[in-house]
């Protein structure tokens, strides 16, 4: 039997399921490596998956604590697109992926782990990166430890 180390997750199971919203950021920016923001806007930021579904998987949110889409305001909605594009650049020049998903899951029946808060999902994409594990398993494979990829992409979003 092989075994898949994957020891940060216990984090995420050992953790106390309270109502904090991980969107929900205090105006303490030093505290942005701990919760894996990579930029702050002016009415939207970027925050890395802790739990990506591929290496590189980030997350765009308004400040603002809204779950539906008719409660952005359209400056809010602008800033998110402009992230997006912002995002894309610095994934394609510091991860070179061949692909991107981009999306948003709105409710918690459509798949949102977090839906009182709205937020955008883009995840790089490379050929293969999908393999056999997420099927028998219910176990996805990255490649990066969180922390080197934060690294990478905070870099990578300073030069932008």
Known sequence: MKFLWAPWRMEYIAAPKGNECIFCLPAVPAEDPKRLVLHRGERAFVIMNRFPYS????????????ADLEELRAEEM????????????????VMSPQGFNVGMNLGEIAGAGIADHLHLHIVPRWSGDTNFM???????????????????????????
């Open 55 to 66: 290496n590189g998987h980030l997350m765009i949110a308004p400040f603002r604590h809204v």
């Open 78 to 93: 602008a800033e998110m697109h402009v992230l997006l594009v912002k995002c894309r650049k610095v994934l394609g020049q």
């Open 134 to 160: 997420p099927v028998f398993a219910d176990v996805r494979v990255v490649p990066q430890h969180l922390e080197a990829t934060f690294e990478l992409l905070v870099k990578g979003f300073r030069s932008v």
